[in-house]
């Protein structure tokens, strides 16, 4: 899509945040997706603000591929709209005044290009219409089509789909796979979703009060699946005996393992 | 009594100060949309000393007795000041005790309340839509004029009812730079507090009713505008 060679992003970051400092070294190759996970708080998204120039960090260095996006020893700082990173919000990610294809075409110049995206993303049909008749999905859609109408060298993704359904989700998340081959740009994305960063992340980073934490991701995911493997044992004894004889009319149902007493007004 | 309050309200000198109030309005309005909007926009999202110290100048006004501000405007824009020396000497332009000063002190005394709730929305909702704008490489005006501005239009229009409310009600800053010289700079707010000096309480009557008839539309439009439906 690029005439241009998409180039690594990296950077190394330190900010005094109001309960902790955030230090962090990152690097994401071109063409890749670097998941940023970790607790809420952790600093996760002041990291993402700092990459796209939106905060300034106390001291560190950001660069894509030769070029120097900010470097506070040598004074550097380029304007967060020179940058050329495409950012997507969870929420406000489209302008509400704006129909679809307004808003995409607030990013170009090149109104062809805007109907190109809308079309292979497969929301040509929503050109006309605001962001307040979309779904949660359409929008998170057209968000990142009117991210990548202005050919952003890299792109940065603040929990986009956290506030979709399971199935808008998976969606998106092919989507976003189909991407990150066909643009090749560094892809840095949010998430708090384990699964999400397992099924879409080239690299995963675990951010925890401020640093990486290598082990956090590991430790929350066998912490999931110790959790899935008891509730699965918990299904798996949770056939109800029969009933004994003399016992008919009590209320309740007895469990092998695990007794449970219907709540008020739920049918057993 | 209702004869004397018919009486002064056609008196041509009463006349005269609303007329003189409409034009320095005339003025003012224009000035604190186009210079208020943009101000609390910057003030807003802009980040710095720089902000800072605007930001403090900004809300003097409201802090300060208005007999301060326009003491320290006089100092500035007099025939010997700062700015007054360089205007009179280059542009042979003389801003104190004529039509000039009384349109500054209506802009001094209306820009604060022009400014902050436009200061307020950008830094709320608007604050992720501006973000989104600049991260799609627009400078500030493009932002401003269509993003912030179609957004925060609500806003633009209270600060408008509230600063012009303001500016029409100004009578400190007035005073020390229009000098409140009978036929020529006496406002509607001057010629309320020169009546009533005078003990010609018909004509402060009349002039006061007026500006409370003015004060309660643009109250309603207030309310109007934020959707109580008066």
Redesign the interface.
Known sequence: MRDDAPLDLRAHLKKRLRHFTLDVEIACPAGSILVLTGPSGAGKTTLLRLL?G?DDPDEGRISLGGEVWLDTAARVRVK???R????V?Q???L???MTLAQNVA??TRDAASAARLLERFGIAHLAGALPSAMSGGERQRGALC??LA?RPRALLLDEPFSALDAATRAQLRETLLRVRDDFGVPIIHVTHDLAEAALLGDLVVSVNHGVLDESWFAEQAARRLEEAAALRGRVATASPEPERPGESGKSGVAFSALSVTPQKGASA | MFDGWLAAAMDPGVGFCILLTLKVMAVAVPILLLVGAPLGYLLGRGRGRLVAVLDAFVSLPLILPPMAVGFGLLLLFGRGGFLGAPLLRWFDAEVVFGFGGLALAAVTAGMPLMVRPVQAAVRG?LG??I?????????WPVTFL??AL??CRRSVAAGLFLGAGRALGEVGVSLLLGGDIIGRTNTVSLEIYNAVFTGDLARAGVLALLLAVVAVALTIALKRLGGEGV
């Not at chain 1, 050329?84 to 950012?87: A, E, Q, R, T």
């Not at chain 2, 973000?131 to 400078?139: A, C, Y």
């Open positions: 796209a939106l967060p709209r020179l050329g990173v495409g950012l919000f929420e406000y990610s302008f509400p005044h607030y990013a009117q991210a202005r | 909702d992720r839509l973000e989104l704008s600049t991260m799609l490489g627009k400078p269509r993003v179609p957004h």
